[in-house]
């Protein structure tokens, strides 16, 4: 069906983004197609997970063995957004959800008493107008846990199926954000853990629910011996994708995780991070909040007992 009717047509499973979007006309399509059928279920292994797109944030965020092996990723699905729109949205839309600004974001008529913008109906970047590219920020929670754990999609499509890792999946542009086609729908989730793997996911945002990241970290750390034999560390919503660290990778590899190599960690892992103001707060303050939320993810994913080894 996507593939017959073309851009005029758009898929729908929670629908807890799509909808108050179409609210706003911010998408103009005239046909929903309903992803209900999608299978709900989590397939263990034992050093990885397969989940199906249709499982629900708030399933997620309590199964067992998510919360056991792959912590991080449980705990960054139980802080999407708040209890009744976790109860509807799945992991599949979360790692599809669109970009967000501040300018964008509004109703109908704010956007056109301001001129429109360049994502939807508009020519240039509110928040950049030399620019000729759009900076709406990626505000997905699950995805930088998903790719910090090796995370790779099942993609199904009218040619059929595909595989894509989940760091591919998505472009450094605010308005094609995604790779994956019109007419192509995730259909699971696979997450790997080697042993030792430690897991945390830390979200900063104005409220405690609802509220869309203005700054997140997802770190997976694998220790060997008390040193670090591997690391990701991925950022969410200060770029218009989910931002690696691979300076901070690069310099924790090989050392203990102490209160000082977690700072320094922090520290180049902030660098890459540009926030503009375009999204909730000020962007000056948000640059310097990366650094504590990495410092914070690093610690709790090194305070984590042994049951959380994977």
């Given at each position: 069906?996507?593939?017959?009717?073309g851009?005029?047509?758009?898929f729908v499973a929670?629908g807890?983004?799509l909808y108050p979007?179409?609210?706003?006309?911010?998408?103009?399509?005239d046909t929903l197609?309903?992803?209900?059928?999608?299978?709900?279920?989590?397939?263990?292994?034992?050093?990885e997970?397969v989940i199906?797109?249709?499982?629900?944030?708030s399933?997620a965020?309590?199964?067992?063995?998510?919360n056991s092996a792959?912590f991080?990723?449980?705990?960054?699905?139980?802080?999407?957004?708040?209890?009744?729109?976790r109860n509807?949205?799945t992991?599949?839309g979360?790692?599809c959800?669109?970009?967000r600004?501040?300018?964008?974001?509004m109703?109908?008529e704010w956007?056109?008493a301001?001129?429109?913008?360049?994502?939807k109906?508009g020519d240039?970047?509110?928040?950049?107008?030399?620019?000729?590219?759009?900076w709406?920020?990626?505000s997905?929670d699950?995805?930088?846990v998903?790719?910090?754990?090796?995370?790779?999609?099942t993609?199904?499509?009218?040619?059929?199926?595909?595989e894509?890792?989940?760091a591919?999946?998505?472009?450094?542009?605010?308005?094609e954000y995604?790779a994956?086609r019109h007419d192509?729908?995730?259909?699971?989730?696979?997450l790997?853990?080697e042993?030792?793997?430690?897991?945390?996911?830390?979200?900063?945002?104005?409220?405690?629910?609802?509220?869309?990241?203005i700054?997140?970290?997802?770190?997976?750390?694998?220790?060997?011996g008390?040193?670090v034999?591997?690391?990701r560390?991925?950022?969410?919503?200060?770029a218009s994708?989910?931002?690696?660290a691979?300076?901070?990778e690069?310099?924790?590899?090989g050392?203990?995780?102490?209160t000082e190599?977690?700072r320094?960690?922090?520290e180049?892992?902030?660098?890459?991070?540009k926030?503009?103001?375009?999204?909730?707060?000020?962007h000056?303050w948000?640059k310097?909040?990366?650094r504590?939320?990495?410092e914070?993810a690093?610690?709790?994913?090194?305070?984590?007992?042994?049951?959380?080894d994977?």
């Amino acid at each position: 069906m996507a593939a017959e009717l073309g851009p005029s047509a758009m898929f729908v499973a929670g629908g807890t983004d799509l909808y108050p979007k179409l609210k706003r006309r911010q998408f103009e399509v005239d046909t929903l197609i309903g992803l209900d059928f999608l299978s709900r279920g989590v397939r263990n292994g034992s050093t990885e997970c397969v989940i199906d797109a249709g499982v629900t944030l708030s399933a997620a965020s309590r199964d067992p063995h998510l919360n056991s092996a792959f912590f991080g990723y449980a705990e960054a699905a139980g802080l999407v957004s708040s209890p009744p729109l976790r109860n509807a949205g799945t992991i599949g839309g979360n790692l599809c959800v669109d970009t967000r600004c501040n300018y964008y974001d509004m109703t109908y008529e704010w956007r056109k008493a301001a001129g429109f913008c360049i994502k939807k109906d508009g020519d240039i970047c509110l928040v950049a107008p030399s620019s000729p590219r759009c900076w709406a920020v990626s505000s997905s929670d699950t995805a930088p846990v998903a790719i910090a754990l090796d995370g790779v999609v099942t993609l199904a499509g009218p040619d059929g199926e595909r595989e894509l890792p989940v760091a591919e999946l998505y472009r450094d542009d605010g308005i094609e954000y995604m790779a994956k086609r019109h007419d192509e729908v995730v259909t699971s989730l696979r997450l790997r853990a080697e042993p030792g793997t430690r897991t945390a996911y830390v979200k900063l945002r104005r409220r405690g629910s609802i509220d869309f990241p203005i700054a997140g970290a997802a770190v997976a750390v694998r220790l060997d011996g008390g040193a670090v034999a591997g690391c990701r560390i991925v950022l969410s919503a200060v770029a218009s994708h989910p931002l690696d660290a691979d300076a901070a990778e690069a310099f924790l590899k090989g050392k203990a995780l102490t209160t000082e190599t977690i700072r320094e960690a922090a520290e180049l892992a902030a660098k890459p991070a540009k926030p503009l103001d375009n999204a909730d707060l000020s962007h000056f303050w948000r640059k310097r909040m990366v650094r504590v939320v990495v410092e914070r993810a690093l610690e709790r994913a090194s305070d984590q007992p042994k049951g959380f080894d994977g």
